[in-house]
Nanobody, 120 residues
Framework: QVQLVESGGGLVQAGGSLRLSCAAS?????VGWIRQAPGLEREIVAA???????TYADSVKGRFTISRDNAKNTVYLQMNSLKPEDTAVYYC?????????????????WGQGTQVTVSS
C-alpha cells in the first residue's frame, strides 16, 4: 500500500471549478477518484488504469478531467462546471501493484477524503 494525501476540496458555487490533488508516498499503477454522497452509492468519478485507459462516470464526462504526474506521484482531478449534485466526499484511491481489475477492486490504498460542496 501507499499513503495518499488529498487536498483542494471546499465550497464553490454552481458553475465554478475546483482542482483536487492527491499525493502518493510511492509508485502507483491504477489511480482514481471515488465520491460518496449522503444516501447514494459510492461511485468511481474518474480513473486512470495501469494500461493507460481512462474511465469517467457519465455524469462528469466533459466536465471533469483526471491527470497524473508520475514524477511527483500525484494525481489531479480538475472539476469544471460544477453542479449541486457533485456535492460529496471525494476519495483518492490507488493501486500499489498491478491487478486485473477495472473497478474499485483494483485499489488497495485510500485517502482520507475531502469534502466538495457545490451551492446552487
Amino acid at each position: 500500500q501507499v499513503q495518499l494525501v488529498e487536498s483542494g476540496g471546499g465550497l464553490v458555487q454552481a458553475g465554478g471549478s475546483l482542482r483536487l490533488s492527491c499525493a502518493a508516498s510511492g509508485r502507483t499503477f491504477d489511480v482514481g477518484w471515488i465520491r460518496q454522497a449522503p444516501g447514494l452509492e459510492r461511485e468511481i468519478v474518474a480513473a486512470i488504469w495501469w494500461n493507460g485507459d481512462y474511465t469517467y462516470a457519465d455524469s462528469v464526462k466533459g466536465r471533469f478531467t483526471i491527470s497524473r504526474d508520475n514524477a511527483k506521484n500525484t494525481v489531479y482531478l480538475q472539476m469544471n462546471s460544477l453542479k449541486p449534485e457533485d456535492t460529496a466526499v471525494y476519495y483518492c484511491a490507488a493501486a500499489s501493484i498491478r491487478r486485473p481489475y477495472y473497478s474499485e477492486k483494483a485499489f488497495d490504498s485510500w485517502g482520507q477524503g475531502t469534502q466538495v460542496t457545490v451551492s446552487s
